[in-house]
């Protein structure tokens, strides 16, 4: 069984505190955009909230289960925690909810090469991975999650699995352009977003 996390719990202060996940892309909401993809793929969707205030904002959408953060204020492996407390899924797929563009073609690869390790995580050519944007093995997370040695950073959570790094440049062949990363962090990306599909 295979599972899809919504990391929804971000303060949005680079995109002056606006909702980013309902900002609009190609007529659909970012968090319409996941759901709809991640439903090809997963068994269960799971958006992770910051607090149950925040969960009321998500009762719209039927078909996904919406969960509160259980250990605030830690960021993306705060997300990452309640989602696999959640989670039925031995694998799961882990996003931001600011990234729009999310490739079913690609996330199929990567939950195709997360074989023999407990995560695939793309990488970039200067090193930068996308944390954000992988598949884990639950009991790993799990595992990371417990004990004196808690994961208690996304540096702390790769650091102690096996990872299968992907390069970045190898998933071309399911996205050319590799939209499936793009990021909107602030309005001058949403802004940047919109003059590239100025239909949105």
């Excluded at 970012?30 to 997963?42: A, H, M, Q």
């Excluded at 931001?96 to 990567?110: H, N, Q, R, T, W």
């Excluded at 994961?151 to 299968?164: H, P, Y």
């Amino acid at each position: 069984m295979r599972s899809g996390i919504i990391l929804a719990g971000g303060e949005a202060r680079r995109a002056g505190g606006k909702e980013k996940y309902f900002f609009n892309h190609c007529g659909e909401t970012f968090i319409s955009r996941l759901i709809s993809t991640l439903n090809e793929i997963v068994d269960e969707v799971i958006i992770v909230a910051r607090d149950n205030d925040q969960c009321r904002r998500f009762s719209g959408f039927t078909g996904v289960r919406v969960v509160p953060d259980r250990r605030q204020g830690r960021g993306p492996v705060g997300g990452i925690h309640a989602g696999v407390c959640e989670a039925e899924g031995d694998l799961l797929f882990a996003v931001a909810c600011d990234m729009p563009c999310v490739s079913g073609s690609v996330i199929e690869y990567l939950f195709h090469v997360t074989e023999g390790f407990d995560a695939a995580i793309p990488r970039w050519e200067n090193g930068m991975t996308e944390p954000l944007h992988a598949v884990y093995r639950r009991q790993a997370l799990v595992e990371r999650f417990e004990g004196a040695d808690e994961a208690r950073s996304m540096r702390d959570l790769m650091g102690g699995l096996s990872v299968n790094y992907v390069d970045c440049n190898l998933l071309r062949r399911y996205d050319p352009d590799l939209l499936t990363f793009t990021n909107i962090n602030n309005e001058e990306d949403y802004a940047h977003l919109r003059a590239v599909f100025p239909e949105v």
